[in-house]
């Protein structure tokens, strides 16, 4: 069974200009949450979507938006990019999110730096 | 707000020694998660722990939870240098999965 998959492993942006991030889910699994790790705030939530709609959102400014499609798929975008959104971002996904206590399941990131 | 106190935050282990991280959490929660992540790589999930004494070990770890102390113990039994990597606890909140606050992790070294 294939793991979350993101691309691109890697990028590099310029202040001011944005970005979309991209994750596929496992097979089946319906949720899928985003975060942002940095070495100074470590892993920090972004936000979580199921069934294309976003259920849950971390403490980020606007500039940080999602969304999922259909096929569970899901993308993120951060627009008038910052030198401090330098970080790895890393999406996981679940089977459904809700109470059942399985874990999340992380793909390997994308490594975004913002020069 | 939750927040999701890990120590110590650094551990230089002796290979053949035992030791133990601590996770403490301020508010109620019931579902607590272990993961470990390699440099460069991304997090395995190591434990899920649901209840109040839940216990699961995996080989050289043993993961515990108190929810009436809001407190998890992952305790590392003879220790082996297969075991270097950053260690997170993480809790969740709103009833969802998908938000885990995380701990800001403890990074082991074992040394022969």
């Known amino acids: 069974k294939a793991g979350v998959t993101q691309t691109p492993r890697y990028l590099i942006k310029t202040r001011g200009q944005q970005v979309t991030l991209s994750c596929s889910p496992i097979?089946?699994?319906?949720?899928v949450s985003w975060y942002q790790q940095t070495p100074g705030q470590g892993l920090q939530f972004l936000f979580e979507?199921?069934?294309?709609?976003?259920?849950n959102k971390g403490n980020f400014p606007g500039r940080f938006s999602g969304r999922q499609f259909s096929n569970s798929r899901s993308e993120m975008n951060v627009s008038t990019l910052e030198l401090g959104d330098s970080a790895l971002y890393l999406c996981?996904?679940?089977?459904?999110?809700?109470?059942?206590?399985?874990?999340?399941?992380f793909g390997n990131g994308t490594r975004l730096t913002v020069t | 707000e939750l927040k999701v106190e890990q120590n110590p935050l650094f551990l230089s282990m002796q290979e053949g020694k035992n030791y133990t991280i601590y996770c403490n959490y301020s508010?109620?929660?019931?579902?607590l998660y272990w993961y470990r992540q390699d440099p460069g790589k991304s997090l395995e999930s190591l434990f899920v722990?649901?209840?109040?004494?839940a216990v699961k070990q995996e080989g050289r770890l043993m993961a515990s939870l108190d929810t009436k102390a809001r407190l998890s113990t992952l305790h590392i039994t003879a220790a082996v240098h297969d075991l270097s990597a950053t260690y997170f606890c993480?809790?969740?909140?709103?009833?969802?999965?998908?938000?885990?606050?995380f701990g800001k992790g403890t990074k082991l070294s074992v040394k022969p």
């Open positions: 996981a996904s679940s089977p459904s999110g809700q109470g059942l206590g399985s874990p999340l399941h």
């Open positions: 508010t109620t929660s019931d579902r």
């Open positions: 097979s089946g699994h319906r949720s």
């Open positions: 979507y199921f069934s294309e709609t976003q259920r």
């Open positions: 722990l649901l209840s109040n004494g």
């Open positions: 993480a809790v969740d909140i709103k009833g969802s999965q998908g938000n885990l606050i």
